[in-house]
């Protein structure tokens, strides 16, 4: 299996931006928040990092590849805009071919652009529930910086 990143094809930016609003959306009310909170922030992320259906000059959205097929996306670049710190917004790799490699392959490719693009840091937020990808993201090194919490009444 080799793993490599390919921008993503303009012709494929209108439907992605649309279903990873709505994973968005969805994993905001996962962990814990309404659905009119979840969609006010993620429609004041879209406006922000999608101005005109694409993504900001300075932002690298790559398809990830194995051998010849399209596994998964990896979205990042810097945050606050203009920084050397640098911001995963999103890696998803399709549920077939999960627990394969293929996030932390991903991760490595995108950390060397990211550095080659001259980032001195990398961060990314996790989602409470997701322990999967935390436990991949402290295997990269990544340490936590915050800790939200919540619980019902």
């Known amino acids: 299996m080799t793993v490599h990143l390919e921008p993503m ?9 649309e279903a990873d609003h ?14 009119e909170v979840a ?3 993620a429609e004041q992320s879209r ?8 993504p900001l000059d300075t932002h690298l959205l790559f398809q990830v590849w194995s051998d010849d097929t399209v596994v998964g996306i990896l979205w990042m670049g810097p945050y ?6 640098w911001w995963v917004f999103d890696i998803e790799i399709d549920e077939a071919h999960r627990r394969r490699g293929h996030a932390r392959r991903a991760l490595e490719l995108g950390h060397a652009a990211a550095k080659d693009h001259g980032a001195t840091t990398i961060g990314l937020n996790v989602f ?9 993201y402290d295997s990269l090194g990544y340490a936590v910086t915050a800790t939200q919490m919540k619980r019902d009444l």
């Open 22 to 35: 709505q994973r968005y959306i969805a994993s905001r009310m996962q962990s814990g928040e309404s659905r």
């Open 128 to 136: 409470g529930y997701n322990t999967g990808a935390r436990e991949l």
């Open 47 to 54: 406006e922000e990092n999608f101005p005109n259906g694409r």
């Open 80 to 85: 606050p805009a203009g920084s050397t710190d």
């Open 39 to 41: 969609v006010k922030k």
């Open 9 to 17: 094809p303009a012709e494929l930016l209108p439907e992605w931006i």
